[in-house]
C-alpha cells in the first residue's frame, strides 16, 4: 500500500511563520497607530458577501468581477429557501460601503473614518508579492456632502496620512503618482473620445487591450505591454474632458499638498482598475518591487453608495497589500545589514581635542581586542561626531573629561538608538557581543 502524498497549501496561497510574522505584526501595529491619530476606527467585514454587491460595485466588465472572483452557489438549507450567489471579497471597498448603507451610518450626519485589515481573495496568476489569498491594509471615509465629504481636503488628508505611514514605516524612496478621472459626467465624454481614438489601432494592440476596447476601454490606458505603449501615448487624455468643477477640484487637492509638503507626479494614464473610481485616484510606487511597482492606490467614489442601492454617500479610499510592504521592507532591511557589515565596529570620539591622546590609547586599546574602530577628532563638535559616526560605525564611544575621569563610557547603538553607560573595562566585550549579535 502506497503511504498517501502530503497534503500542502493550495496554490496562490501560502503559510506566514515566525520570525517573518514579526514585521508583519509590525506593519500592522504601526498602521494602526496613525490610523488612531486621524480619528479613523476599525471595521471588519465579512469575508464573503453576495455576488451582487461586486457585480453592481466594482463592475461587471473589470477584470476581478470577470475573470478573478472565487464564486459558488450557496446551498438552500430548504425547499422555501432560494440559492445564493456567494463571493469571498476581492476587495474591502464595496463591503465596507455595503456595511455603511445597512448601519444606516449617513444618518448620524458625520463623517465616518475607517480602517480594516484582513484577507482578500482574487483567482490571479500567483507570483512574487502577488498570491491568491493576500492580505490588504485599507480605509475609506464616508459620509454625507453637507458633512464635508465631497470636499478635495478629504483627498488631500487622505494622501497626506499615507506619506506618514510610510515614513513611519520606513518605507524609503516612495513615489506618489496622482490623476482625475473626473466626474460620471465628464466620463461618457472622454470614453466617447477613447473609443473612437482606438477604433484605428486597436487592432494592432495586444489581446487584452482589444478585449477591453469593447468592454472597459479605460482599462487599456493600464496596459503593460511594451508594444503597446507608443499607441496609449497617442490616445487622448482623460484630464482635457474634465468639466470646471472637476478641474476646480483636483486643483484644490494639489494645492492642499502642495501647503502640507506632500510631493507627488501626475500620472495622466492613472486611471485605476475599478469602475467605481470619480476625480481624485492615486498611487504610490517603490522602485524595489521591479514592473509591478505599485506599494497601494485607491481614489474617490463619489456614486458607489448609490450603484448598490444607498443613498448618496461621497467617499475616498485606498488599500495597500501587505505582502509588497513585507517584500519592500524586507529587501531593505537587507541592504541596511549588508551595508551595515561594512561599516566600524564603533567611533571613539574624543569631546574636545584634550581627549585626543585619551581617545588614540582607547582606539588602540579595542582594536587589539579584534574590533574595527574609527577614530575621530576632539576638534569636531559633538553634533558632527554623531554626523560622521553615524556614517562610519555601528556605534559611538563618547570619550570627555567626566568619562575619562570616572571610567564609565557613553556608547550609543546606531540600529537600536539606545544609548548607555559602559564600564571601560566591558567596553570591549560589549561591543563584541554587539557586533555577534547583527550577524
Known sequence: ?????????????????????????????????????????????????????????????????????YTWEDRARAQSEKTQSLTLRPENTAGVVRAYIEHKLGETGQLQKLFYIGPQFRRERPQKGRYRQFSQIGAE??????????????????????ATLLDELGIEGWTLKLNSVGSAAD???????????????????????????????????????????PIIDGLPRIGDSLDAASREHFAAVRAALDAAGV???????????????????????????????????????????????GPKAPGIGFAMGEDRLVLTLAA???????????????????????????????????????????????????????????KAARAIVLLGEDEAASGMLTVKDFATAVQTKVPRAELANSLLAARAETK
Open 1 to 69: 500500500m502506497n503511504p498517501m502524498n502530503p497534503l500542502k497549501a493550495v496554490r496562490g496561497t501560502r503559510d506566514l511563520m515566525p520570525p517573518e510574522t514579526a514585521l508583519w505584526n509590525r506593519i500592522e501595529a504601526v498602521a494602526r497607530s496613525v490610523f488612531g491619530r486621524y480619528n479613523f476606527g476599525e471595521i471588519r467585514t465579512p469575508i464573503f458577501e453576495d455576488t451582487a454587491l461586486f457585480a453592481r460595485g466594482v463592475g461587471e466588465e473589470t477584470d476581478i468581477v470577470s475573470k478573478e472572483m
Open 141 to 162: 471615509v464616508i459620509g454625507p456632502a453637507h458633512a464635508g465629504a465631497e470636499s478635495a481636503l478629504r483627498d488631500a488628508e487622505v494622501l497626506e496620512m499615507l
Open 187 to 229: 466620463r461618457p465624454v472622454y470614453l466617447a473620445k477613447l473609443k473612437a481614438a482606438l477604433g484605428p489601432v486597436v487592432g494592432g494592440m495586444c489581446a487584452d487591450c482589444q478585449r477591453r476596447a469593447e468592454t472597459n476601454p479605460l482599462r487599456v490606458l493600464d496596459c503593460k505591454v511594451p508594444e503597446d505603449q
Open 263 to 309: 510631493g507627488y507626479t501626475l500620472d495622466h494614464r492613472l486611471v485605476r482598475g475599478l469602475d467605481y473610481y470619480t476625480r481624485t485616484t492615486f498611487e504610490f510606487t517603490h522602485g524595489g518591487l521591479g514592473a509591478q511597482n505599485a506599494l497601494l492606490g485607491g481614489g474617490r467614489y463619489d456614486g458607489l453608495s448609490e450603484a448598490i442601492g
Open 332 to 390: 531593505q532591511l537587507e541592504a541596511q545589514q549588508a551595508a551595515r557589515a561594512e561599516l566600524a565596529d564603533v567611533y571613539v570620539a574624543p569631546v574636545g581635542e584634550r581627549q585626543n591622546a585619551a581617545a588614540l590609547a582607547l582606539a588602540r586599546e579595542l582594536r587589539r581586542a579584534g574590533l574595527r574602530v574609527e577614530l575621530g577628532d576632539g576638534a569636531f563638535r559633538v553634533k558632527k561626531s554623531f554626523e560622521a559616526a553615524d
